[in-house]
Every structure is written in C-alpha cells, then in structure tokens.
C-alpha cells in the first residue's frame, strides 16, 4: 500500500515539476522587455551633435540603452565591449542612445552612433526605464537577443550565438 | 520500489518543485510588472525635442506653467490640428490666463512628417523627443490620453480624449487647476 503511494506521489511530483518548468518558460518568454522577433523600426534620429541620422541599411544592429551615472553600464563595460567587437565583425551599426539627454556621455568612438533624439516609432519600441539594455536587431529590425541590465559573461556568448545564426 | 531510492527521490522532487514555482511566482511578478502601464511610466517629464524648424526645443515654462504633450497622428492630421487648435481657443476663451500659461506641445507619431503643417497648427508640432519622454508620449497616445506636467516637469494629470473640443478644453482646464 505504501509502496503504491510513493509511486503515485512520485509520478504526480513528476507531472507538477513538468507543468510547473513549462509555466517558467512560457512566462519567461513574455516577461522581458523585448521578446525574440519583436519588430523595431531602423534606428535613427539626432545625434548628439544635433544632425539629423537617418537609419542606414546593415546586416545586424546593436543598441545599447545608457546612463552616464548608471553604476551597471560601467560594470560591464569589459563585457560590452567585447559584444562591440563581434558586433563589428558582423558589420552591425553601432547604436548607444541615453534615456534624456542630460545622461548623455560622448563616447569619442567613431564607431558608435549617439542618438539623442527620436522619432515616436522608434520611441514606441524601446523602454529606456531601465539602464543598461542591450539589444541586438537583425538586418529587418527584428530583435535577435537582447539583455536588460549589466551584461555577464553567458549573456554575451547567447549575444553571440545569436550573432553566428544571422551568417 | 525500493524505500530509501523512493524517498530520496521524492525529496529531490519536492525541493525541485518547490524552487520551480518559486521562479514561477518570481517570473510572473517581473512579467506583471513589465505589463503595468503605471509601472512604466514616470511621473516626471524630461522635455526636449526637435521642432518643426530642426532646431532644438524647451518649453521654457512661467512660474505656475503648464506644458499639455498630445500626440497629433500623421494619417489624420488635418484633423488633429483643426481639433487642437479648437481646444486652445475654447481654453483660452473660458480662461483667458490658461491660454498664456499652458503650453501646448503636438508630438507627430510619424517624426518629421508633421512639421510641414506647423503654420496651420496653433501649437508647437515636435517629430523627435528624448527617448523617455517619447516612450511616455507613445503609452499615453495607445490609451488615448494627453499628458499635462507643471512647472516643476511633474505630471499633473492625464487628460483623457474628449469627443468635441469643448469637453476637451473644460477636461483640461480642470487638470490644470
């Protein structure tokens, strides 16, 4: 009788273990910021400098959202500036755009875009509440990967397996 | 079944369901809180933006100012200009210092699109914000809403869509007081 009751209690455990990991997954899916194949539109918009930057054709796009007093976007900044250097490999544009503008740090780098000002299409798709985002679009605008927070070693290399599947 | 594997088996998957539907609870609030429009919308403003002219905006507001950002849409925007510019000379009309000292602010949802018709419209048309204010301006535009901030850049209320001009300018001019 009691053998019959743990192997109940174990196949029923199983089941719940089962549903309760499909639950995790499915809602882990929705819960971020942006979801897998979501559609952004090309980034562009004024610059730092004040010229206007129309969004430019490239296999692959990297958008960081930054802070200059954000504790987090200089955390990872070993990490992010390896994801850059893939990034370029790929030929990606380069795209950093701060929340407001008084959070705004000229990086000196000639390879990244500085948005300061944007259209509400592009507004609509980014969530700028939060610093640091990572996000990496394909050449349509898709979101391939994206990170929200400081950016660890694992979600660097998930930022370029993303990377080695647009090839 | 063996009692000691059994049970140790049973152990092992009653932490591991337990540690699951703790991720699960976790998860859901993270997703719940990505879902709540509140969550993700500040009360205070940052207000910056591209004019019609390309040059850089600021509503430079007077003690006891009020800057009303709504979102004029390009595939209607004859319209949305007859109505607001309506709704300023109604809320003008029924109080003649609101005129002076709300400001009013038409963020076209299609950037430069719009600003070919700043000489029609009686406010200011802005294609390009800063990226917080823009996202704002995007969530209050699927409810609907206009957003009404103080001097101070603190919202002071979110003016639902009025169906004529008139109910537009009282809704306003409530908010405003």
Known sequence: MLKRAAEIAVIVLIVVNGFELAFFS??????????????????????????????????????????????YCRRDQTQYTRLMERAQKARCEMIAIAPVARDAELYGDSRVVQLQYIDMKFGRALNPFM????ILLDDAGRV?????????????EQAIHALRKLR | MRPIPTL???????????????LGVKELQRYRSSQNDNSLNP???????????????????DDNGHLLLFVIHHS?????????????????????????????????????????YQ????????????????RIMAGADANGDALLYNQSNVLNGRVAHAPCPAAQANLILQSAK
């Open chain 1, 26 to 71: 499915a809602i882990h899916r929705r819960a971020g910021l942006y979801r897998v194949g979501d559609q952004c539109p090309l980034p562009s918009g004024y610059l730092l400098n004040g010229r206007y930057r129309a969004s430019d054709s490239a296999p692959c796009y990297l958008i960081r959202v930054y802070a200059k007093g954000c504790p």
């Open chain 1, 144 to 156: 391939i990967w994206s990170e929200e927070g400081a950016l660890d070693n694992q979600s660097v």
């Open chain 2, 8 to 22: 140790l088996c049973l152990v092992m998957l009653s932490v591991s369901g337990a540690r699951l539907a703790l």
């Open chain 2, 119 to 134: 000489s029609e419209a009686h406010f200011t048309i802005l294609g390009h914000l800063e990226p917080f204010e823009m």
């Open chain 2, 76 to 116: 209607r925007i004859r319209s949305d200009i007859d109505f607001w510019n309506q709704v300023i000379i109604l809320a003008g009309q029924s109080h003649r210092q609101a005129r002076g000292n709300i400001k009013y602010w038409g963020i076209c949802d299609s950037g430069a699109e719009c600003d070919p």
């Open chain 2, 43 to 61: 009360n205070t403003g940052s207000f910056a933006g591209i004019g019609a002219d390309g040059g850089e905006k600021r509503p430079n507001l």
């Open chain 1, 131 to 134: 610093t640091p985002e990572t």
